[in-house]
């Protein structure tokens, strides 16, 4: 089995490599009648897209996508949808003194030693360029939401970069869309300017980590034990490429805090349950509250650097890796449009495998 595929009922399978004429995603699961348009991906992917300022990768790709089957007249018709991305801006001769080489921190060795052989340009199916297609899907999970709960709405943005953080009394949700780093206190953004460009100087590159939030979440998404909405969330951020941490709610930090602290209590409110913290991110036995859904994950340093670094060559000789071409000095920063992407598909999907099972009914309160 080649596991490219992700998704219950809301179904998206993610083909192409980086180098290669295309990329994209068949989306199968979306429910009919859904209004979807070209028009209504496409801001999604120009989010994501690379080369647009100074502190990501400069390989200028337009991410154009088409809708190839499964819309009619501007209507979804429940059959699998088509998404495609021409790659245009490839430059895979960067690429060649690595063809017989590994390079630290990314994939080519377990490509190897699993497959037997790999696409060394630009790491192939491997590459960061796969998450066009997630983004794309991600676009049509948004649409559907928006027909079938409009309510929800999700917004992702960085924390930390590196050894800088953000300050939590200055978060500003309107100030995520106003900088390059999608972050939501403005008053880092010069100083996190600075530092990347400093690491960029040195032939380095830095983490992150990303904060994604879904708000208007109903209460009831999930199951237990083995469909549980936090569980699946965390394997689809955790399957981003770079991702090597992901927390729900206080996630790590519950470690160090008592029973007293950790319990979310509950009151009765005029339109139901309200709980006074959330520590919990909006999850409870695998099931949604109805609080915000909050998770967060880390992205590991580029590994793609212009330092050498030592590995060897598939006969097993030494020699230094120096990775040339564009690579983004902090891949956190487009990695924020992929976590809403991925936040937007599992919520919708739980939202279908609810509907099937329940059909909507709650348990009465109050």
């Known amino acids: ?77 429940g059959t699998p949808i088509q998404l495609t991305i021409e790659n245009t801006d490839q430059r895979s001769k960067d690429y060649g003194e690595i063809a017989r080489t590994f390079r630290p921190g990314h994939a080519d060795i377990t490509y190897h030693q699993k497959y037997g052989l790999r696409d060394y340009r630009g790491g192939g199916r491997s590459s960061a360029r796969e ?21 929800v709405e999700i917004r992702a943005y960085m924390i930390q970069m590196g050894l800088k953080t953000i300050d939590r009394m200055r978060f500003d949700w309107n100030a995520i869309a106003q900088n390059d780093f999608w972050c939501p206190d403005p008053g880092v953004v ?15 590159s830095v983490g992150a980590t990303v904060e994604v939030v879904a708000r208007g979440v109903p209460a009831g998404l999930g199951a237990p034990v083995y469909g549980k909405l936090d569980s699946d969330l965390a394997a689809a ?8 941490g992901v927390e729900i709610g206080e996630g790590m930090a519950a470690a160090a805090l008592t029973g007293r602290d950790n319990a979310d209590e509950i009151v009765m409110g005029a339109d139901g349950p309200e709980y006074l913290t959330n520590h919990a991110g ?41 990775t040339k071409g564009r690579h983004d000095p902090c891949v956190g920063i487009r990695a924020v449009p992929v976590a809403e992407a991925m936040m937007a598909c599992v919520i919708l999907d739980h939202l279908l495998l609810d509907r099937g099972q329940t059909g909507g009914v709650r348990g009465a309160i109050g």
């Open 1 to 77: 089995m080649s596991f490219n595929t992700f998704g219950h009922l809301f179904r998206v399978t993610t083909w192409g490599e980086s180098h290669g004429p295309a990329l994209g995603a068949t989306v199968d699961g979306c429910p009919p009648g859904i209004a979807l348009t070209e028009d209504d991906i496409q801001p999604w992917l120009d989010r994501r897209r690379p080369g647009q300022n100074r502190h990501t990768t400069q390989r200028q790709e337009p991410d154009a996508v088409r809708i190839l089957s499964g819309t009619f007249e501007g209507r979804t018709t």
């Open 131 to 151: 998450t066009a297609a997630r983004v794309a899907a991600g676009g049509v999970a948004r649409a559907a939401l928006a027909a079938l709960a409009p309510q």
């Open 190 to 204: 010069a100083e996190w300017a600075d530092y990347l460009q400093a690491v960029r100087k040195d032939q380095n």
């Open 237 to 244: 951020m955790m399957s981003i490429n770079a991702v090597k």
């Open 282 to 322: 909006g999850v409870l036995g695998g099931i949604s509250t109805g609080q915000d859904v909050v998770v967060r994950f880390a992205v590991k340093p580029t590994s793609s650097i212009l330092t050498p670094r030592r590995s060897i060559d598939i006969a097993g000789q030494p020699v230094d890796v120096v």
